[in-house]
């Protein structure tokens, strides 16, 4: 999607598998809100066929400004995908934390492999 097309903010990500140059379709997300020391667990979303969820994560009347993180089950989707990690992996579970300043639209993508991961503010 480009553009806001919902009123106030929204939430989106999208994982790309940089090792396989493709979609990192099947990978388990879990999103949480963050309040001093509490973190709430909001909703656990899992990636379509290309990597992307099938709705945004936040969106209308669910969307609040605030501080957020986003966990990605990064070593079971590796190893769901013939990756041969080792015991135990470099990366396992992804977090990460980032706030959200205004109502607009958030990306958030991942792009990893076994040995590393990156993420920026996308559109």
Known sequence: MTGDHTAGGRLTTHVLDTATGKPAAGLSIELYRISGNDRTHLKSVVTNEDGRCDAPLLAGAEFRKGEYELVFSAGAYLRAHGTNLPEPA?????????????????????????YSYSTYRGS
Not at 90 to 114: C, N, Q, T, W
């Open 90 to 114: 470099f990366l396992d579970i992804v977090p990460i934390r980032f706030g959200m300043a205004e109502e607009k639209h958030y990306h958030v993508p991942l792009l990893i492999s076994p």
